[in-house]
């Protein structure tokens, strides 16, 4: 038999993790683009695994000391790791072929994508209001896209290939924290996806980096780390409702550190079809948290 935890609620400190880990992802995304123009994409997210999970056990272990790896679903950790290493790889690809804010801004259609895979897979209703969100959210990832579609970019597949796959991680890992503490499910990841890239480095190539090269690595890991346990935490602290809004401070980072150091100046189609993209996503959210509420406060039926 399963267990669960008893999860406490604490929404303005699960906004707080959610903002800084908005701000880390951001800065550590800009320097996966900087390192995949000399790197394989696989050493790149190697370096980023060891770098995460030490900074990772750092924070965690000296708290909770090996009990932290204790589960009874060892197989959806399994199944969510294997899940997010594909769509690492695939971001990183993206990443190294086009801007930092396009890559980003197509990221945030995620929501969109679980929304389609939930009523595909689980038969959940679309109905009008998340159908009409689904089919405007798809045209702002067109929008963002547009500019590239006269000479087509391979990097939109792996962009849109990523956004649909960690829909489904978002929505595995709300579900994990149902019996799983947000420590658990951080060390799991880091683990689990620093094993996975290491042992794929002789598929896509090895290269020893310069002193200056491989700090720059190790730091890409040590903020995707703090990045990733804050996410996760604020997961745990508050509903998606809550926190996910905030998230899409992503964005507003990534574009302003392509600009500062790609200078990538968003253009009026990157910023407008990220505009429909989040508002898709935020409605969404609005949306789920609106029915819930009305579904605990209806009053039960008689049979």
């Known amino acids: 038999m399963i267990r669960k935890h008893s999860r406490v609620e604490h929404v303005p400190l699960g906004i707080a993790y959610m903002l800084g880990a908005t701000l880390t992802f951001a800065a550590s995304q800009a320097l996966s683009k900087w390192l995949v123009a000399d790197f394989s994409f696989a050493e790149v997210l190697a370096y980023r695994g060891l770098g995460s999970l030490a900074i990772c056990s750092l924070l965690i272990l000296p708290q909770t000391g090996l009990a932290v790896f204790r589960t009874q679903r060892l197989g959806a950790h399994v199944g969510r790791n294997a899940t997010q290493a594909v769509a690492q790889a695939f971001f990183m690809v993206a990443l190294s072929l086009l801007p930092l804010g396009a890559v980003v801004a197509i990221n945030f259609s995620s929501p969109i994508f679980a929304a389609l895979f939930a009523a595909l897979y689980l038969h959940e209703k679309i109905g009008r209001a998340r159908g009409l969100a689904l089919v405007i959210g798809f045209l702002g990832v067109v929008l963002v896209a547009s500019p590239r579609a006269a000479s087509f970019n391979v990097g939109l597949l792996f962009a849109v290939a990523n956004a649909v796959m960690f829909g489904s991680i978002t929505a595995a890992v709300r579900g994990l924290t149902a019996t799983e503490t947000a420590e658990t499910l951080t060390m799991y990841q880091m683990v689990l996806l620093t094993i996975v890239f290491v042992a794929v480095q002789p598929l896509f190539g090895f290269s020893w980096p310069a002193p200056a ?20 935490r604020a997961l745990s602290l508050a509903p998606p409702a809550a926190v ?12 302003i550190l392509g600009f500062l150091v790609w200078g990538d100046l968003p253009t009026v189609t990157l910023i407008a079809g990220s505009a429909i993209v989040a508002g898709s996503g935020l409605y969404l959210l609005w949306h789920e948290r609106t029915r819930r509420a009305a579904a605990r406060a209806a009053p039960p039926t008689v049979e």
Request: hydrophobic fraction near 55%; aromatic fraction near 24%; avoid cysteine.
């Open 213 to 232: 090269a491989a700090g720059m690595l190790i730091a890409n890991g040590v903020l995707n780390g703090i990045g990733q346990y804050w996410w996760t």
């Open 244 to 255: 996910g809004p905030f998230y899409y401070f992503t964005l507003v980072w990534a574009m």
